[in-house]
């Protein structure tokens, strides 16, 4: 039997830390057969992005058609989509997907070191044209504000901004709770009658390069794999965990998470 199929449609990191080469790691790490739409290259290392350019609409409907068309995908990742022009071909070519193949969206903004990932008007667009073809959506706390348009005051208006992101059409949203101050890391997950929470000990490594992009990754080959959405976020949660521990030094910046713990 061949193994399930997952497309990350995304940027790529230079150094390997993040973006595309973070999924297709993940996805090998997790059982599955990874395949890549790329958004954007960015020329990237452990300190920052140092230059980021998005790919002509052409090469991008292209390099999905030849994915979808020839070898079919059984769930797809979505990560930086870097412009509100780029968000609409993208929305344009999940919609064109069978209604039964599950979408993990992470809304990527700003990388760890503040490099913008998405134009600042595109989270808009996120909004009325991607969130409604999540089935899972994976917000950090710097996402979860923009994206839903909740301003953040209070951990309740956690909930509040979730609530809005299921009515705008997410089936599930996770937010990733990563970026608190605290020693669990707690990731909460809002569904269909469902808000639950997943906690695990924050572990002391600043090598955290690539966290996010994994994440969701993972999320996408468990849910390919058939495991439902509040299971393939405990399986992915436990994975995340294990590369952040084993997270290494490279360059002189934030290393990578380590996919092979
Ligand atoms: N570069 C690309 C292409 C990404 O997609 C992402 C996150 O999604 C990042 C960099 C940022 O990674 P991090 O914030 O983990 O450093």
Redesign the pocket.
Known sequence: MPPPRVLTI????SGG????QADLKAMLANGVHGMSVLT?I?A?NSLG?QGAWELPEEQVRAQFRSVVDDIGVDAVKT??LASESMVRVVASLLRTLPGDVPVVV?P?S????G?A?LAADAMDAVRSEIVPLATVLTPNLTELGPVSGVELETVEDRDSAAKVLLDAGATWVLVKGGHDVGTAAVDVLYGPGVRRAYSAARADNRH??????TLASTIAAYLARGYDVPDAVGAAKEYVTGAIAAGFALGGG?GPVDHAW
């Open positions: 995304a940027g790529s990191d830390g993040a973006g595309i954007a960015t990237q992005v990560g930086m992470d990527v700003v990388s760890k070191h490099d990932l955290t390069h690539g966290t996010g992009c934030i």
